[in-house]
């Protein structure tokens, strides 16, 4: 056990150089979209609204939670919010880390070292993790949000405390960004499928429906008092009505994103799919990448090279 978190204190010190060093080379500057939820911070905190502009009251941001977390650091004098959020993202990325090799040892403990690290290894090197980390964005919160969820759900027939884990993070991870809706269904959906694996299904799964809607449900009211609208600005401004332009740009981004993991993905194709259809963790772990890249491909993907979009599977594809 000692060896084990000896070596895992060794990868997140990696994790941490590349980061530092990543960040050095883009002068610890953050990427130029995250500099929009910082002004709607900023303007948070001066008293002037969730607004990007004063007094147009336009939702330009898809990252709520982020935004509302990042508006006091824009108050700090002596620490540049590009600093604040770079340290901030460092901090998250050696959390979801953490968690990562968690996960993995609770679910093949006996396995060889290697294996079980083997998953936090390849994301602390994994060069679209390190650079989402130090770009300010949300991504990285994200990534640990979806992580979280996946570690109270395995563990949720254990102690209560993992169904108000579970809870708390499906809705955290809505408002940090509206994918987060994505990952709630298919709980819902797998969770139903395998109801007998669970101790008193009925009552932990209306209890989680019934407070994501409470709560999701008064978030959505206030974006649409507020602003006029449920779905953010950039959602209208995006869309694209001719759905074959988006599965061409969904199908090109995917096939960039997974091809440059191509050697660590290939062992895939070597799983024991009658033993993931049979356990409700493996099922998740397998078939909600999927489910997710459907989505990314609807969608039309995202701007190509740093794997934005896919980052937030990556760590349930490695394990």
């Given amino acids: 056990n000692n060896y084990f978190y000896s070596i895992l204190l060794l990868i997140l010190l990696i994790a941490i150089l590349f980061s530092i060093i990543l960040s050095y080379q883009f002068s610890f500057q953050n990427v130029d979209?995250?500099?929009?939820?910082?002004?709607?911070?900023?303007?948070?905190?001066?008293?002037?609204?969730?607004?990007?502009?004063?007094?147009?009251?336009?939702?330009?941001?898809?990252?709520?939670?982020?935004?509302?977390?990042?508006a006091p650091l824009t108050k700090i004098s002596f620490l540049d919010i590009s600093t604040s959020t770079i340290i901030i993202g460092i901090v998250l990325s050696i959390m979801a880390i953490w968690l990562i090799a968690t996960i993995t040892k609770n679910l093949i403990p006996n396995s060889?070292?290697?294996l079980l690290l083997f998953p936090a290894l390849i994301v602390s090197i994994d060069s679209s993790f390190v650079f989402w980390a130090v770009s300010g964005m949300e991504t990285t919160l994200f990534t640990l949000l979806l992580i979280a969820i996946f570690y109270s759900y395995s563990k949720i027939n254990e102690k209560t405390k993992y169904t108000?884990?579970?809870?708390?993070?499906?809705?955290?991870?809505?408002?940090?960004?509206?994918?987060?809706?994505?990952?709630?269904?298919?709980i819902v959906i797998n969770m139903f499928l395998y109801r007998r694996s669970f101790n008193e299904f009925n009552r932990i799964f209306f209890r989680i429906l019934l407070n994501y809607a409470l709560i999701?449900?008064?978030?959505?009211?206030?974006?649409?008092?507020?602003?006029g609208s449920i779905l953010p600005n950039t959602f209208h401004a995006k869309a694209v009505t001719n759905i074959g332009f988006n599965l061409n740009e969904g199908m090109d981004y995917l096939i960039v994103?997974?091809?440059?993991?191509?050697?660590?993905?290939?062992?895939?194709?070597f799983l024991p799919f009658g033993r993931i259809l049979k356990d409700y963790k493996l099922n998740f772990l397998f078939f909600f990448p999927i489910v997710y890249s459907v989505y990314i491909l609807y969608v039309g993907g995202d701007w190509p090279g740093a794997s934005r979009f896919i980052l937030p599977i990556l760590p349930f594809i490695y394990i």
């Fill in 33 to 70: 979209d995250s500099y929009i939820s910082f002004r709607y911070g900023k303007n948070l905190m001066n008293g002037l609204g969730l607004v990007y502009n004063q007094g147009e009251r336009v939702e330009g941001y898809t990252n709520f939670l982020w935004t509302v977390i990042t």
């Fill in 112 to 114: 060889h070292i290697f």
């Fill in 164 to 186: 108000n884990y579970l809870i708390i993070t499906l809705i955290l991870s809505t408002m940090c960004r509206p994918e987060g809706a994505i990952v709630f269904g298919f």
């Fill in 216 to 227: 999701i449900g008064m978030y959505l009211l206030f974006k649409y008092l507020y602003y």
């Fill in 257 to 269: 994103s997974y091809k440059a993991r191509f050697i660590i993905l290939l062992p895939l194709l």
